[in-house]
């Protein structure tokens, strides 16, 4: 068990695991009755962030709620968990605000894990500000079920190496939207994929726009075109829709 702080230090919650195995993952802990966790920082940030800026400038997102104690246990201490599956924008503005620079977020190696990872990586990309976003690839953990496992498995030097996989959170994403085409499918599923990736990548704010390059570019070579004719495609079916309420108030100004 543990307690769950506020940014300022206050306990806001006590939590407890599930002492026989639950079939629901959202039944596993245990939480004080009446008090909401809504708007709090993810778990142990509060003393991840309670040490020098150097020490909190990079954080590992995980899943569980012990993941984080067991970490400790080894020497990681930069590591913070969601305690489930879902966050809000909210959260990666509050973190930014505080100094931190980077968030990598390794989830558990299943279905809801990678679907909770592509969702944070919305969250993030939508906040005013946020931190880089990272994706450690939870399929780098294999065999391992979850971070946890890894380390326990492997040792904390196995799992400082398994971070230099980290790859960039919006590439990832972009990606992830293509699903299995590969530069060999055929060209309806390749240029579906890339109306998929495109449409995400069209809505993000211009503070992406080096992380969008980089995705375009990745995105063009797993559907087999070039980046030239990817980017030249997104800009006049994705891209300029933006701007078109900005150009429809400089018309009328004129």
Known sequence: CGAWRHRHGRISTIWSRASAP?????????????????????YG?????GRSLLERRELVLV?????????????VFNV???????????????????GVSTVTVCLDRDRPGRAATARIV???????????????????????KDPDEFLREHGPDAWLKLLGTRE???AWRAVELLESVMPDSNAPARRAALSRAGAWLGRLPARLAVEQEDAVRMVAERCGYSPEAVERAFRARFWVEQRRPEQADVGRAL
């Not at 629901?24 to 993810?42: F, S």
Request: hydrophobic content about 45%.
């Open 45 to 49: 940030a509060s003393e991840v962030l």
């Open 122 to 144: 919305d969250r993030a990309a939508a906040a005013a500000r946020s931190p880089a976003i990272l994706v450690l690839d939870a399929n780098h953990l294999a065999p391992s």
């Open 80 to 98: 913070v968990a969601l305690g489930g599956t879902s966050t809000r924008s909210s959260a990666f503005e509050a973190l930014a605000g505080l």
């Open 22 to 42: 639950v079939d629901d993952p959202a039944a596993k802990y245990l939480y004080l009755r009446g008090a909401g966790r809504t708007g709090l920082q993810p």
């Open 168 to 170: 960039c959170g919006i």
């Open 63 to 75: 899943e569980g709620l012990l993941d984080v104690h067991h970490f400790r246990a080894r020497g």
